[in-house]
């Protein structure tokens, strides 16, 4: 028996799939819809317009079903939702923001929070340096700031 949890989206991250669902329904399905008449329609039209019909459906039942983080809770430490940054192992500065796996895809920021990153950062504050074990390797991280701001 599988444990079901309940999908946690940053305000965002909410924001983001919502602009996608809202142009889905508004722009990409209407624009397709003339062509699923046509006399000698392409069936690649027809794959393309479920799987964009499925992608709303997927993200209309996601929103409807996720709460949202509030991003003020997250104090000093490194939780879901937070802006970290960081130094990686050759020193450069990087920042990433840790989210849910649904919301991770929307941008270079935002991480899985199942990634080796994530998972090496969540519960540490700033000046903690954690072991990253990532499949090309062992390294270390340092956090230099959490925040909004950053």
Do not use: K, N
């Amino acid at each position: 028996m599988t444990e079901s949890r309940e999908v946690m989206l940053t305000p965002t991250g909410r924001a983001s799939l919502q602009e996608r669902v809202d142009e889905i329904a508004g722009v990409e399905l209407p624009a397709m819809r003339p062509l699923l008449v046509e006399d000698e329609r392409d069936e690649r039209v027809v794959a393309d317009f479920e799987r964009l019909q499925a992608e709303h459906d997927r993200l209309v039942v996601l929103l409807g079903t996720s709460g949202t983080l509030d991003l003020s809770e997250l104090g000093g430490q490194i939780g879901l939702g937070s802006r970290v940054a960081f130094t990686d192992a050759d020193g450069d500065r990087r920042i990433v923001r840790i989210v849910d796996p649904v919301e991770a895809y929307l941008d270079d920021e935002r991480i899985s929070h199942s990634s080796p990153l994530a998972s090496a950062l969540l519960g540490h504050v700033v000046g903690d340096e954690c072991v990253v074990e990532a499949p090309a390797g062992t390294w270390t991280a340092r956090v230099v700031a959490i925040g909004e701001d950053i």
